[in-house]
Structures are given as structure tokens and as C-alpha cells.
């Protein structure tokens, strides 16, 4: 049976030779974007799906839509810790925007030698039970619930440092020091996360005003979030 399948192919390929190529082509182009296509929606579906209880994960959006805007993805980290006298929410962490608030410094030297940190963040200690981050040296709990701590990722300490054992180093600042306490590896590509450097922050929870943060909600299982996006809404929104 496949023998004749194979003659009669071959027969129609040496009788419509033209056809049969052009017909050959189009399945390998229509083959080819299919694949290309499904391994491009299976990367983006992938996206932060690698962190920790990834379905329970939220970020707090400000929607400014009334105004001509948009929504936009920074809030309040005080009024974010406000919310966690509601039983359905479990933990909240956030990313600060230091270049903001001017609690850090970006223009480093090591040994008389100038760097430029990139992509620099806040975090509260808590991070590891919101982003999997793979600590490669020291602990990165520690670098983020001390003042002047910082830890940088691995290719960011190779940069400076040749080398990821740098616990302990220093990099001096104009008025002051980072002490390394930890060094993590690049966070994948299938992550909306964007940073290379972490610092310790410190934030004024009486301050209901600075929107220089990320902040994200881990939420109990179950959580009605339609029910707990309004509530919030209602509490904090100035509809005026």
C-alpha cells in the first residue's frame, strides 16, 4: 500500500513538477509558521507562571482612565500594608522605584574604579515568597532588611567584581557604602520582574501619598477578587 503511495507521488512529481514543489512549499511555510506561532504563544502563557503560587499573585493598579490616562501599575506601599487586617489577603511585598524617593545611589566605585548601577529596585525581605530568585551566595533576606545593604545579580557582580563570592564587598557611594549581602542569579526571560541590583528601603507608613511602588498581594485561596477589587476601590478611590 505505501509502495503504490510512493509510485503514484513520484509519478505526479515528474508529471506536474511545478505543482507538486509549490505545493510541497506552501505546507513547509504553513508548517513552519504554525510552530512558530505556538511556540510563541507557549513562551508568553509562560510568563511568571515559574513564581511561587503564581495564581494567588496580584499587582495593585491606579486607574487613571477617568482622567484620559491609563492604569497604571505603581500605588501606595502603606496603604497596600492597610489591607492586610482583611483576612483574604495573606502577605504584601513590594518593588520601590528608588530613583524616585532618592533612597538609593546609582554612581558606585570599587577599588578608585566608577560604576553605574542599572535597573536598581527596593524590595521589601519578603521577595523570595512572591519572585523565585535563585540565591547564589550570602543571604538575600538579609541584604534587604539592613540599611545600606545591596545584592547585585550574577551578572552585574561579574561586571564589577570578576567574580559572584562577594560577600562582604563594599562599594563606596558619594556620602556613604553598600556592604554585598547576597548575589542572585538573572532572572529569566518569561518574567515581567526587571531588575539587576536590590537595595534595603525604608518606608514611612504614615505617608499615604508617595506612589513610587510596585505592589503585590498574595491572596488566600478561593478569594472572591471582583468582590475584594471593589471593596478597595470604594475605600481608596477619590472619584473626583
Request: proline share 2%; aromatic share 10%.
Amino acid at each position: 500500500m505505501i509502495a503504490n503511495y510512493l509510485i503514484t507521488a513520484l509519478r505526479s512529481f515528474t508529471q506536474q513538477k511545478q505543482h507538486f514543489i509549490l505545493n510541497v512549499v506552501g505546507l513547509s511555510v504553513g508548517l513552519a509558521a504554525a510552530i512558530l506561532v505556538a511556540s510563541f504563544a507557549r513562551n508568553e502563557l509562560s510568563y511568571d507562571s515559574q513564581q511561587p503560587d503564581a495564581e494567588q499573585i496580584y499587582r495593585i493598579g491606579q486607574d487613571y482612565t477617568k482622567l484620559g490616562l491609563a492604569v497604571v501599575p505603581i500605588s501606595n506601599f502603606a496603604r497596600a500594608k492597610e489591607m492586610e487586617q482583611y483576612s483574604q489577603i495573606e502577605s504584601v511585598f513590594a518593588l520601590t522605584k528608588v530613583d524616585w524617593t532618592n533612597q538609593a545611589e546609582t554612581d558606585v566605585q570599587h577599588n578608585g574604579q566608577g560604576y553605574k548601577l542599572t535597573e536598581v529596585l527596593g524590595a521589601t525581605p519578603n521577595i523570595q515568597d512572591f519572585i523565585n530568585i535563585d540565591t547564589l551566595t550570602g543571604d538575600l533576606n538579609n541584604a534587604l532588611s539592613v540599611p545600606n545593604g545591596i545584592a547585585l545579580n550574577e551578572s552585574e557582580a561579574l561586571r564589577i567584581f570578576g567574580t559572584i563570592n562577594i560577600e562582604g564587598e563594599t562599594l563606596d557611594f558619594k556620602g556613604g557604602q553598600y556592604t554585598v549581602k547576597a548575589v542572585f542569579k538573572d532572572l529569566p526571560e518569561n518574567t515581567h520582574f526587571s531588575f539587576k541590583s536590590l537595595v534595603y528601603v525604608e518606608h514611612d507608613l504614615s505617608n499615604l501619598d508617595i506612589n513610587s511602588n510596585y505592589v503585590y498581594l498574595k491572596l488566600a485561596e478561593n478569594t472572591d477578587v471582583a468582590a475584594l477589587e471593589q471593596i478597595f476601590t470604594d475605600k481608596y478611590f477619590d472619584d473626583r
